[in-house]
Nanobody
Framework: QVQLVESGGGLVQAGGSLRLSCAAS????????MAWYRQAPGKQRELVAT???????NYADSAKGRFTNSRDNAKNTVYLQMNNLDPEGTADYYC?????????????WGQGTQVTHSS
């Protein structure tokens, strides 16, 4: 069974940085495009960043210039480097296949990792 395990969240000061990781088991990396999502309290889950197997990335407007998506296929892991975090970044962060490409949620969600901006 495919599992997604997110980690790296925490409390961050204004303008601080965090690096999130998502370790995937099973055949996950036969899925070309992976993505990071976030869900703020009381809001819907939203797509933050995507990365293809070849390393091409796309970002939501809120992430452009501050977040960097990367992956290590040998380790079955994707990463999200978040710099200059602002209060809008307070959310639970998840990884999964890119639902905008595959038109549905492909994998069971992991437990997520919580990021809190100390505003």
């Amino acid at each position: 069974q495919v599992q997604l395990v997110e980690s790296g969240g925490g409390l961050v000061q204004a303008g601080g940085s965090l690096r999130l990781s998502c370790a995937a088991s099973g055949i996950i990396f036969r899925i070309d495009t992976m993505a990071w999502y976030r869900q703020a309290p009381g809001k819907q889950r939203e797509l933050v960043a995507t990365i293809t197997g070849g390393g091409s990335t796309n970002y939501a407007d809120s992430a452009k210039g501050r977040f960097t998506n990367s992956r290590d296929n040998a380790k079955n892991t994707v990463y999200l480097q978040m710099n200059n975090l602002d209060p809008e970044g307070t959310a639970d962060y998840y990884c999964n296949a890119d639902w905008s490409r595959y038109k549905r949620v492909l994998l069971a969600w992991g437990q997520g990792t919580q990021v809190t901006h100390s505003s």
